[in-house]
């Protein structure tokens, strides 16, 4: 994993021996940061649709988009112009992957507008899946909704880049 990272990003491997739930992993780049729970299943997690009203600027695009926004070298700025619609479906897959603690930490951090990741290292062939914790509106349990399904690494910690840019420019957004 450390030597797919983009120069420029930092990981600190976080341990915690007394629980809580903390991720796997803290990474640092010189305009954000992110913590991401790290998981590889034995078997690939399956998706659903589900209609939402949060956080379009995490959900709102299609590996295809990613792709072309990387090479375009689009920044969270350009991103952002371009999402309008706050009501939208998305594949989502329910979190039972995360220990009660996880799920517990996720959700505080959702609910008091904070940003997090799973990042799922699919079985078989060399795919990932960059998912994040959300508190499904209608039984308040913690979801993971899909933000980016790819092969391509590099694609992957791109997303996950703007996606943390995205969201800090959408909490300005609020506060002013």
Request: glycine share 6%; hydrophobic share 35%; net charge positive.
């Amino acid at each position: 994993m450390r030597k797919s990272l983009p120069k420029g990003m930092n990981p600190t491997r976080l341990e915690n021996r007394h629980g809580g739930g903390v991720p796997d992993l803290e990474l640092q780049w010189s305009t954000g940061s992110a913590f991401v729970e790290l998981k590889a299943p034995r078997s690939t997690p399956r998706l659903s649709s589900e209609n939402l009203k949060i956080r379009p600027h995490l959900f709102s695009f299609s590996e295809q988009d990613w792709a072309d926004s990387m090479l375009k070298g689009l920044t969270p700025q350009n991103l952002m112009e371009d999402i309008t619609d706050l009501d939208f479906t998305t594949a989502s897959q329910s979190a039972s992957l995360a220990s009660k603690d996880q799920k517990a930490w996720h959700a505080r951090r959702f609910a008091n507008n904070g940003l997090s990741f799973f990042l799922q290292k699919t079985p078989g062939p060399s795919s990932y899946r960059l998912l994040s914790p959300y508190l499904d509106q209608e039984s308040g349990s913690l979801r993971l909704g899909l933000v980016c399904e790819t092969k391509d690494v590099a694609l992957m910690w791109y997303a996950l880049r703007l996606c943390a840019e995205m969201h800090s420019l959408a909490a300005l957004r609020l506060d002013v």
